[in-house]
T-cell receptor, first 115, second 112 residues
Framework: NAGVMQNPRHLVRRRGQEARLRCSPMKGHSHVYWYRQLPEEGLKFMVYLQKENIIDESGMPKERFSAEFPKEGPSILRIQQVVRGDSAAYFC?????????????FGNGTRLTVT | SQELEQSPQSLIVQEGKNLTINCTSSKTLYGLYWYKQKYGEGLIFLMMLQKGGEEKSHEKITAKLDEKKQQSSLHITASQPSHAGIYLCGAPPASGTYKYIFGTGTRLKVLA
């Protein structure tokens, strides 16, 4: 019974390159969330998606960041033209719904380092 | 917007000691989750509290929800080195929103 799978675990990119982070939700979960965690800081909401739809992207920077959750395949968080300030741990979480009785289940994260 | 504040921010205890971590919400709590994060890893779901006064236990970890005080506490009895990590509280989305929010975490170190 696989949990939320994220890959890669670690990603190193030079400034200006693109970073693609992948997330496969738990089986039966159709709601995907992306969060960013900076060192010594809490989890910051980025985007909430359901299959083929972006429901809430209010936490996403306006430029360079995009997310998708296609009908087939994993959810992708894409960061174009990365800068050093993008270095962080990015966590994906999934749930079967978005109500109070649906806790999020998290993957192990992708740690992005921009050199 | 709702915010969750945890206290203390960090804690160092001797093995075998009891400890309590608090999570206070700026708005009414309609439920609360507790997670544990090991350094460099993802968040592990511990338990969910839904009703005021509700108390749940998982091994030596007990959590309680006080809706009137907009607060939850997590208590570890007879701490062990395996309890070390970051404990985060989380709240479900408020009505009309989709964001789960989280506290900044309490870093626990248990000395053997």
């Amino acid at each position: 019974n696989a949990g939320v799978m994220q890959n890669p675990r670690h990603l190193v990119r030079r400034r200006g390159q693109e970073a693609r982070l992948r997330c496969s939700p738990m089986k039966g979960h159709s709601h995907v969330y992306w969060y960013r965690q900076l060192p010594e800081e809490g989890l910051k909401f980025m985007v909430y998606l359901q299959k083929e739809n972006i429901i809430d992207e209010s936490g996403m920077p306006k430029e360079r960041f995009s997310a998708e959750f296609p009908k087939e395949g994993p959810s992708i968080l894409r960061i174009q033209q990365v800068v050093r300030g993008d270095s962080a741990a990015y966590f994906c979480a999934s749930s079967p719904g978005s109500s109070y009785n649906s806790p999020l289940h998290f993957g192990n994260g992708t740690r992005l380092t921009v050199t | 917007s709702q915010e969750l504040e945890q206290s203390p921010q960090s804690l160092i205890v001797q093995e075998g000691k009891n400890l309590t971590i608090n999570c206070t919400s700026s708005k009414t709590l309609y439920g609360l989750y507790w997670y544990k994060q090991k350094y460099g890893e993802g968040l592990i779901f511990l338990m969910m509290l839904q009703k005021g006064g509700e108390e749940k236990s998982h091994e030596k970890i007990t959590a309680k929800l006080d809706e009137k005080k907009q607060q939850s506490s997590l208590h570890i009895t007879a701490s062990q080195p395996s309890h070390a990590g970051i404990y985060l509280c989380g709240a479900p989305p408020a009505s009309g929103t989709y964001k789960y929010i989280f506290g900044t975490g309490t870093r626990l170190k248990v000395l053997a």
